[in-house]
């Protein structure tokens, strides 16, 4: 959803509607935003902010490759990864057919948990069936996130992921994906005023925060993949139960 106000006319709005003298001639003087200008990192700020908490509204990688090697089931995740779209790991179920993927499951931890236990001694499994995001790599640089699979492969395994992406840096012609301009260039006119000490430290976040909630009160926060509310197929599906029916955990009928 992007808008009409690219990165260095978001800047200049909230410059003049924050009315700092001292702050223009630093920011854009001339009315030429500069490099160094602190509005940049501020505005990145509230973009970032945005598709960590509605990654959503981000850009979707498809197909990135994330392969498994044999007998190995945690993976590096890309290092713009915010979050997957849900059950969007896919691997190859026949080494070499390019036209066998099969699509995986996101799972939660404590059941991640129970399944992985109990797929220890399945010696003649090829490929993942599921999959759960677990942490980072304890790396305090890079800290990417980390992703099990299970069952652990037993060959090399290409696979391929869907994921929200974080967006690259904002350049000065181009426009941010977020609600509005209007919240871009209110979050940067308060930031400016806290750099001037007119405004208490924390003013521009808590501004965040009451979009936030407003649009959380909206219900405009969740995942758009499904259009109801979608069953447990591990409790639920076909073969589970012993009655093999959809309906059977409502009874005998």
């Not at 106000?5 to 702050?23: G, H, K």
């Not at 209007?182 to 925060?209: N, S």
């Not at 069953?231 to 012993?242: F, H, I, K």
Request: with cysteine.
């Amino acid at each position: 959803m992007p808008n009409r106000l690219v990165r260095d006319e978001l800047i200049l709005t909230a410059l003049r509607m924050a009315q700092i003298p001292n702050l223009d001639i630093e920011e854009a003087p001339n009315g030429v935003v500069l490099q160094t200008a602190k509005s940049i990192d501020w505005l990145q700020e509230i973009i970032d902010f945005w598709h960590h908490l509605v990654p959503f509204s981000a850009t979707i990688a498809v197909d990135q490759d994330l392969s498994c090697s044999a007998h190995s089931d945690t993976l590096l995740l890309p290092s713009d990864f915010i979050v997957d779209v849900r059950n969007g790991y896919f691997v190859q179920s026949i080494p070499g057919d390019f036209q066998s993927f099969k699509q995986t499951r996101r799972l939660p931890v404590p059941k991640f948990m129970r399944y992985r236990l109990s797929y220890q001694r399945k010696g003649a499994v090829l490929f993942p069936y599921y999959y759960c995001i677990v942490g980072d790599d304890n790396d305090e640089f890079s800290q990417r996130q980390t992703m099990m699979v299970c069952p652990t492969p037993t060959v090399n395994t290409v696979a391929k992921m869907w994921y929200y992406r974080l967006p690259r840096r904002l350049q000065a012609n181009e426009r941010p994906k977020v609600p509005n301009d209007y919240v871009c260039v209110e979050y940067l006119r308060i930031r400016m005023l806290e750099w001037a000490h007119l405004f208490e430290p924390g003013t521009a976040q808590k501004f965040c925060d009451r979009i936030v909630a407003g649009m959380r009160a909206g219900g405009l926060l969740n995942e758009p993949e499904d259009d109801g509310i979608p069953m447990d197929e591990e409790s639920y599906g076909r073969g589970v139960n012993q009655w093999n029916s959809y309906a059977a955990w409502m009874g005998t009928h």
